[in-house]
């Protein structure tokens, strides 16, 4: 039995190898250091954009990936590639984020304004690590009130939308992305019905 065990360990052993071997071929091509990581992510960002616009979901996901193999790179191919705000993911993220206000690439993270109807909302997008990226080709955002003293979608002044599927429709910008899937979360789930914000989160 414990020569079945080590036996058993060894051919664990040897996968493990074999595995970090293959990551470290697809990774070659990648920058090693956060220097020259920066502006092949942002190239990187502005191809992933492109292929956005073009509905072109196979080279969306493919940015995806680029994205994570980098960062996985940069992080000697341990786990915990956006474990806190030091780690490659973040970095990369926070050191390409669009101004404040403005529209985003797509696959740039940022904060902006949208208008749905009467209603004013802030947008907050997600990047190419946003929560399961590489996963689904629209990103996940939230939406907070702009107008306390208005009706939001939510009783709270907040609504987070994660984990949207469907198919690419080319030519969506991120700010038009957000009004079209606010837009649908009222028609479908408020029936068209705006709520009021609670008093104790009109603050």
């Not at 060894?10 to 990581?37: C, F, K, W």
């Not at 902006?112 to 947008?123: L, N, S, W, Y």
């Not at 028609?187 to 609670?198: A, N, P, V």
Request: charge should be negative; hydrophobic fraction near 40%.
């Amino acid at each position: 039995m414990s020569a079945q065990l080590g036996f058993d360990a060894l051919l664990s052993s040897a996968d493990q190898i074999n595995a970090n071997r293959q990551v470290e071929r697809e990774s070659a091509h990648l920058p090693g250091a956060m220097e020259e990581a920066l502006p092949f992510y942002r190239a990187l960002i502005e191809r992933h954009h492109a292929a956005m616009l073009a509905g072109d979901a196979a080279a969306v996901l493919e940015c995806h990936r680029e994205a994570h193999r980098l960062a996985e790179k940069l992080n000697g191919y341990e786990p915990g590639i956006i474990a806190d705000e030091d780690a490659p993911g973040c970095v990369l993220d926070r050191e390409t984020r669009a101004p404040d206000g403005a529209v985003p690439l797509w696959g740039q993270s940022g904060s902006f304004e949208i208008t749905v109807g009467t209603m004013r909302a802030r947008i907050r997008i997600d990047g190419l690590f946003g929560i399961a990226s590489g996963y689904f080709v629209w990103p996940g955002f939230d939406a907070r009130v702009v107008d306390l003293d208005q009706p939001f979608i939510s009783e709270t002044g907040y609504r987070s939308f994660l984990g949207i599927s469907g198919a690419l429709e080319p030519g969506h910008t991120p700010d038009s992305f957000a009004a079209a899937v606010v837009e649908a979360h009222v028609r479908r789930e408020l029936k068209g019905c705006l709520l009021t914000i609670k008093p104790e989160y009109r603050r």
